[in-house]
């Protein structure tokens, strides 16, 4: 089965500041990959997905990540943040199967 | 639509009873699964269908029982509560027919005493 590496469990950042999140996969078949958001006491909402063609993709928020498949990787990216994306990301892989694995998740957290 | 549903919200149980967790979709997805969140370990899958009448095994299956009779609901039953099934619970539905991307419900959150 596949499974996702985020490297980061905390990132701190100042408004205003870019940021990236880092998410590793591993899979030994075709996969679409998945950047899921976490509000405090919230379900999970999606934020992006690269399913195929492009490799870069964008939210509607400001946030894009591009997937590197010699690299395996699928990091998340935004040029300057604000403190209402302070939140828990969490990088997905899924096979055509529907089995979908989680990363631990990055908790974001921006400060003023 | 409503998306996924889960009742109840927070629940608290003691050791050895048991519950059910509820899950609802009106999306007509075929697909349904929960999945377990505990700090620092992100979303584990417990069980999952893929339609009706069809349950298989996730990653951490032991003290839960699944059943799908209908496309819409997927309810999630733990037998004996144990204190380490104090957690999180998250209901998802996707389409099989792609793309594959999951809906989630807001979460139950259970604490087991």
């Known amino acids: 089965a596949q499974s996702v590496t985020q490297l980061d469990s905390q990132v701190p950042v100042f408004e205003e500041a870019p940021v990236e999140l880092r998410c590793n996969y591993s899979?030994?078949?075709?996969?679409?990959l998945f950047w899921y958001v976490q509000y405090p006491n919230q379900g999970l909402q999606l934020l992006l997905k690269?399913?195929?063609?492009?490799?870069l993709v964008e939210s509607i928020n400001g946030f894009e990540a591009e997937f590197n498949k010699s690299q395996t990787s699928f990091h998340l990216r935004k040029p300057s943040v604000h403190i209402s994306d302070t939140a828990e990301y969490f990088c997905?892989?899924?096979?055509?199967?529907?089995?979908?694995?989680f990363g631990a998740g990055t908790r974001l957290t921006v400060k003023p | 639509n409503a998306g996924v549903t889960q009742t109840p919200k927070f629940q608290v149980l003691k050791t050895g009873q048991s519950m059910t967790l509820q899950c609802a979709q009106d999306?007509?997805?075929?697909?349904m699964s929960w999945y377990r969140q505990d700090p620092g370990m992100g979303l584990r899958l417990i069980h999952y269908?893929?339609?009706?009448?069809?349950?298989d095994q996730g990653e951490v299956p032991n003290g839960y029982n699944v059943s799908r009779s209908t496309t819409e609901d997927f309810p999630l039953r733990l037998l004996s509560a144990a204190p380490s099934q104090t957690s999180v619970y998250f209901c998802?539905?996707?389409?099989?027919?792609?793309?594959?991307?999951?809906?989630f419900g807001p979460g139950t959150r259970l604490t087991v005493t």
């Open positions: 269908s893929v339609g009706a009448g069809i349950t």
């Open positions: 997905a892989v899924s096979d055509r199967n529907n089995d979908m694995r």
């Open positions: 690269y399913l195929s063609g492009s490799t």
């Open positions: 999306m007509n997805h075929e697909y």
């Open positions: 998802a539905s996707s389409s099989n027919r792609g793309p594959y991307e999951q809906y």
């Open positions: 899979s030994s078949v075709s996969v679409y």
